[in-house]
T-cell receptor
Framework: EDKVVQSPLSLVVHEGDTVTLNCSYE??????LLWYKQEKKAPTFLFML????IEKKSGRLSSILDKKELFSILNITATQTGDSAVYLC??????????????FGQGTILTVHP | GAVVSQHPSWVICKSGTSVKIECRSL??????MFWYRQFPKQSLMLMAT?????????EQGVEKDKFLINHASLTLSTLTVTSAHPEDSSFYIC?????????????FGPGTRLTVL
């Protein structure tokens, strides 16, 4: 059975801190790993990673994938209160009837205090 | 780009009635849409995969006769919760994956909060 595990489950920091969120996975026919941010409603897309060792960056957020060790990290530098959200990691499978389906981790709840 | 809308955003209904939720891709064609449900403080659980012009594929444990899915066009999928009961109360979210916007990336609608009394 496919598994996506995120850690920590929750994190409380102060503005300006840097945080690292972890995502490990066991998925047959791995295709890609995606990060989403969920505030009150539906998840918004952050990154999609397919290759090991290549960092994706967007502003203060960055992410990298290690396909050998089967994990990814999401870094947020100089956190702001607007970064408070649930961060979801998901893995896409390749091939057959599972093509394109995402398996989600349980999420990391990030709270940034002023 | 890659905007997905859902309607309604919330609905309250009586037990035994049916509720239809619409999911639209507004600025791209979505050959595949997905329906999820999410319970409070839990992650997204995939219910079914909806392919345009063919029958939906349901995940194990999801009753296809209870959760009817129709994907009649490349921009619209509907989920009908039939004979709703209080245990069907949940947050239902759709996502759409289009060929031109990154084949694995799913763009999510804003969700529909269903409350069954």
């Amino acid at each position: 059975e496919d598994k996506v595990v995120q850690s920590p489950l929750s994190l409380v920091v102060h503005e300006g801190d840097t945080v690292t969120l972890n995502c490990s996975y066991e998925v047959t026919n791995f295709r890609s790993l995606l990060w989403y941010k969920q505030e009150k409603k539906a998840p918004t897309f952050l990154f999609m990673l397919t290759s090991s060792g290549i960092e994706k960056k967007s502003g203060r957020l960055s992410s990298i994938l290690d396909k050998k060790e089967l994990f990814s990290i999401l870094n947020i530098t100089a956190t702001q209160t607007g970064d408070s959200a649930v961060y979801l990691c998901a893995v896409a499978r390749a091939g057959g009837t599972s093509y394109g389906k995402l398996t989600f981790g349980q999420g990391t709840i990030l709270t940034v205090h002023p | 780009g890659a905007v997905v809308s859902q309607h309604p955003s919330w609905v309250i209904c009586k037990s035994g009635t049916s509720v239809k939720i619409e999911c639209r891709s507004l600025d791209f064609q979505a050959t595949t849409m997905f329906w999820y449900r999410q319970f409070p403080k839990q992650s997204l659980m995939l219910m079914a995969t909806s392919n345009e012009g063919s029958k939906a594929t349901y995940e194990q444990g999801v009753e296809k006769d209870k959760f009817l899915i129709n994907h009649a066009s490349l921009t619209l999928s509907t989920l009908t919760v039939t004979s709703a009961h209080p245990e069907d109360s949940s947050f239902y979210i759709c996502s759409a994956r289009g060929e031109g916007v990154g084949s694995d990336t799913q763009y999510f609608g804003p969700g529909t909060r269903l409350t069954v009394l």
